[in-house]
RNA sequence: GGAGAAAUGGCAGAGUGGACGAAUGCGGUGGUCUUGAAAACCAUUGAGGGUCACACCUCCGGGGGUUCGAAUCCCUCUUUCUCCGCCA
């Protein structure tokens, strides 16, 4: 969430920057406003109450211990409209802080400088394009149809054990699985990411911090009895790891990798674009995550763009890089960067990839902070993710764009992971 | 799942109702000494709110309670350890 302090200090800087997220703010930024003010006061006034109590609670030790049992116990009495007061006033500064947070929460991030104002996927604008068009045969198939053609992905006997969006990948499609996910974190391993291997279900505290909750909570699969949320994205345990911690200087760079099952509801969603791979309720993907200092943040913001191209350019797919507008953000970020792959015999291109700088939006809610050296105060650190990459539409995409008619031609660099250079 | 024990600063560990935001040791930082280092010695060393800066307030696993006053007593939750049961 958004550091109150910062909205206080630029109030109508908020409010203008929140347009471009097509968010009405107008009316919460003075409502907090106010509400600050207030939860100010009643705190000083809190304060001012205990700090009083304390005094007489302290002399009142020391009549005992002095043997002035009556001194003692006439300073009792003193004590009691404080503390009457003091409770009345602790409801109320609870009560206050329970609706500024409720407000704060509402309030999306800001969206970087450079964002474009826009308020469809028509409105990104494309920032790069790369990598060469196949040329399909006239007889090519979707991914689907490849799939079955080969005995790759069973999108029925999914149905059958789970139900629909959860494909069971079956011989040289496991295979390809695993491939990916090899491929992706050693990649990532040779620019220092450290692998990680969290849990795939989170607590609420957890699903809070990263701004799932209570934004998405409908997109997320809940495990009620335990009280327990199945990860959207690695996103969720991986930053999560850094939840109330104090950074040292000498920490960073913080560079985390990790593989894990994504599980999403998708509730809404139907009709064509949900054909095959294209969206699933369960799928692979290979995350990268970095926490940086507040100044370094658009570097390395970069530097994972740069990165995310990297890999799909060693896949050999054609692509495009978006700079997403303000109405296609994320509630949470500050700046992001779309990856989309053409997958040829559907004549369509499929986001791949998102790579977000939140700014310290995330990091608030985390109570994410850092020391300088020689520097008392914290402050809150930034955090960034990517997909690096998704797996569902990367296979798609070779699936479709790599077939002729011997079957389907593997990508050079993942021949050392797959063993084979053809699926036939 | 059952029985018992425990949770205190970066770490170790004392503190069982009053001067305790917390002894002591280790570690960190600054200094003295030294050509330099080590050792020794001295000083300093948690977080949040608040303030121009102070003052002041809160925090001893989380939440609640008793009390004029709680790290300390009570309730509750969580976690860890030991023993038993079950188990990939």
């Known amino acids: 969430m958004l550091d109150i302090r910062f909205i206080k200090e630029n109030k109508d800087f908020v409010i203008e920057r929140l347009q471009i997220k097509n968010f009405q703010s107008e009316k919460i930024v003075k409502k907090i406003v106010e509400l600050d003010e207030e939860r100010k006061k009643v705190q000083t006034n809190l304060n001012d109450t205990l700090s009083k109590s304390n005094k007489i609670s302290k002399e009142i030790g020391f009549f005992f211990k002095t043997g ?76 689907w149809e490849i799939a079955k053609k080969y005995n790759l992905i069973d999108f029925e006997l999914g149905n059958k054990l789970t139900g629909a969006g959860f494909p069971v990948y079956i011989g040289k499609g496991a295979k390809m699985q695993r491939a990916l996910i090899s491929f992706f974190i050693d990649e990532a391993e040779k620019l220092n990411y450290k692998e990680i291997m ?54 960073f760079p913080i560079k985390n990798v990790a593989y894990t099952p994504c599980f999403r509801r998708e509730a809404g969603s139907y009709g064509k674009n949900v054909r095959g791979l294209n969206r699933l309720h369960q799928f692979d993907k290979v995350e990268i995550v970095q926490i940086s200092k507040a100044e370094k943040s658009y570097e390395i913001l970069n530097e994972m763009v740069d990165y995310v191209e990297s890999l799909i350019k060693k896949l050999e797919l054609p692509y495009r890089i978006l700079k997403l507008c303000g109405g296609d953000m994320g509630f949470t970020s500050a700046l992001t960067f779309d990856f989309e792959v053409f997958s040829a015999s559907q004549e369509k291109w499929l986001e791949v990839s998102s790579v977000s700088n939140f700014e310290n939006y995330q990091a608030n809610r985390l109570k994410l902070r850092y020391k300088e050296k020689n520097n008392k105060k914290t402050k809150l650190a930034h955090t960034l993710n990517g997909s690096a990459l998704a797996l569902p539409r990367i296979l798609a995409a070779i699936l479709e764009n790599n077939q002729n008619e011997n079957g389907i031609k593997i990508p050079k660099v993942l021949r050392k992971y797959t063993n084979f250079e053809l699926i036939f």
Do not use: W
């Open 68 to 143: 002035k049992i009556k001194e003692a116990n006439d300073k009792k009495k003193e004590t009691f409209i404080l503390k009457k007061t003091s409770q009345t006033l602790n409801q109320e500064l609870v009560k206050i802080e329970k609706e500024l947070d409720f407000l704060l929460v509402q309030l999306p991030n800001l969206p970087h400088i450079s964002v474009p104002v826009g308020k469809k996927p028509e409105d990104n604008i494309k920032v790069k394009e790369g990598g060469k068009f196949p040329i399909l045969q006239k007889n090519s198939i979707p991914h």
């Open 198 to 251: 969290p849990p795939l279900m989170v607590n609420e505290s957890s699903a809070f911090a990263t701004g799932q909750l209570p934004d998405k909570e409908g997109q997320m699969y809940k495990i009620t009895e335990d009280n327990l949320y199945l990860i959207p994205t690695a996103e969720v345990p991986v930053t999560n790891i850094y939840r109330n911690c104090i950074l040292n200087s000498e920490d």
